[in-house]
């Protein structure tokens, strides 16, 4: 009897001791360090939601030195300093909000990719390229059901063909075709998983054009035109649609389509010239078809 007493009595201890330090756990005081910092993080998202974006960065600069290793502070702070204009300090926090902890967040992969994507349209950096595509197939890895994480790695993929095209002493006719389709295979991904995102849809007719693959545009293109109704497709639409007629050779077509351009009060002066020179490419492979 007194054994079995001495072991419950024993247990009850531990149990009791057990439950203390998870109670104290629980009210372990925050640091000054992590209260500050999480306060001026929120003073400065309603700045930034606000559009006060020079309070917004005054605060979250304070966050990130209260919380060097928090990523959220780090990540509104980049997106604040990239609103402004300061890419390169926008990229250095994102950059280091992957060092400290945030390698498997897809999120900020993704958000590396596109802001390395945009600084390459002003650039024409190849290096810049290099680093968008790793970001992005880190997305890809961490987020395989996010049309996104396929879209950038794809359009990454694309920049890289076309920088190589430029260098071709470099890389074959072949490789820089391969590295099309790899592209166009991502991109077919993304339009899986976002079926109805235009922008992509259109990219993706596009590169199939670039991949020697017109029916595939063109069935791209038909795609695009059901989410519109009848006749009211936007410019870049109908100059697609031409573009990939002419290279099936459905010229009649071609010039239609063209034709509908103008009567719907869609060309300026700055796209009176495009659709000149597809009038010509037309009348050229007509004669010569």
């Given at each position: 009897?007194?054994?079995?007493?001495?072991?419950?009595f024993?247990?009850?201890?531990?149990?009791?001791?057990?439950?203390?330090?998870?109670?104290?756990?629980?009210?372990?005081?925050?640091?000054?360090?992590?209260?500050?910092g999480?306060?001026?993080?929120?003073?400065?998202?309603?700045?930034?939601?606000?559009g006060?974006?020079?309070?917004?960065?005054?605060?979250?600069?304070?966050?990130?030195?209260?919380?060097?290793n928090?990523?959220?502070?780090?990540?509104?702070?980049?997106?604040v300093?990239w609103?402004?204009g300061?890419?390169?300090?926008?990229?250095?926090?994102l950059?280091?909000?992957?060092?400290?902890?945030?390698?498997?967040?897809?999120?900020?992969?993704?958000s590396?990719?596109?802001?390395?994507?945009t600084i390459?349209?002003?650039t024409?950096?190849?290096?810049?390229?290099?680093?968008?595509?790793?970001?992005?197939d880190?997305?890809?890895r961490?987020?395989?059901?996010?049309?996104?994480?396929?879209a950038?790695?794809?359009?990454?993929?694309r920049?890289?063909?076309?920088?190589?095209a430029?260098s071709?002493?470099?890389?074959?006719?072949?490789?820089?075709?391969?590295?099309?389709?790899?592209?166009?295979?991502?991109?077919?991904r993304?339009?899986?998983?976002?079926?109805?995102d235009?922008?992509?849809?259109?990219?993706?007719?596009?590169?199939?054009?670039s991949?020697?693959?017109?029916e595939?545009?063109?069935?791209?293109?038909?795609t695009?035109?059901?989410?519109y109704?009848?006749g009211?497709?936007?410019?870049?639409?109908?100059?697609?649609?031409?573009?990939?007629?002419?290279a099936?050779?459905?010229?009649?077509e071609?010039?239609?389509?063209?034709?509908?351009?103008?009567?719907?009060?869609?060309?300026?002066?700055?796209?009176?010239q495009?659709?000149?020179?597809?009038?010509t490419?037309?009348?050229?492979?007509?004669t010569?078809?």
């Amino acid at each position: 009897m007194i054994p079995f007493m001495f072991r419950f009595f024993a247990l009850s201890m531990l149990l009791v001791l057990a439950m203390g330090c998870q109670l104290n756990r629980s009210l372990a005081p925050i640091s000054p360090s992590h209260y500050f910092g999480s306060e001026q993080s929120r003073q400065g998202i309603v700045a930034l939601e606000q559009g006060n974006l020079t309070e917004a960065e005054k605060r979250l600069e304070d966050a990130v030195k209260w919380n060097k290793n928090d990523i959220n502070h780090r990540r509104y702070y980049a997106e604040v300093l990239w609103q402004q204009g300061k890419y390169q300090e926008s990229l250095e926090q994102l950059e280091e909000a992957v060092k400290r902890g945030g390698q498997n967040n897809a999120s900020l992969h993704i958000s590396l990719a596109e802001k390395y994507l945009t600084i390459q349209e002003f650039t024409n950096n190849p290096q810049i390229v290099e680093i968008a595509h790793r970001h992005a197939d880190d997305a890809v890895r961490l987020a395989s059901q996010d049309a996104r994480s396929w879209a950038l790695r794809g359009r990454a993929k694309r920049l890289q063909a076309t920088h190589q095209a430029g260098s071709a002493e470099h890389t074959s006719a072949t490789q820089i075709l391969l590295m099309l389709h790899e592209a166009c295979a991502d991109y077919l991904r993304a339009v899986s998983l976002a079926p109805h995102d235009t922008g992509l849809l259109i990219e993706l007719a596009a590169l199939q054009m670039s991949c020697g693959q017109p029916e595939q545009a063109w069935a791209t293109w038909l795609t695009i035109q059901s989410f519109y109704p009848q006749g009211s497709e936007p410019y870049e639409v109908l100059i697609g649609k031409t573009e990939t007629l002419t290279a099936l050779r459905r010229f009649d077509e071609a010039e239609r389509t063209l034709a509908a351009i103008r009567q719907r009060g869609l060309v300026n002066r700055d796209t009176e010239q495009q659709i000149q020179e597809m009038m010509t490419a037309i009348k050229v492979r007509q004669t010569f078809r």
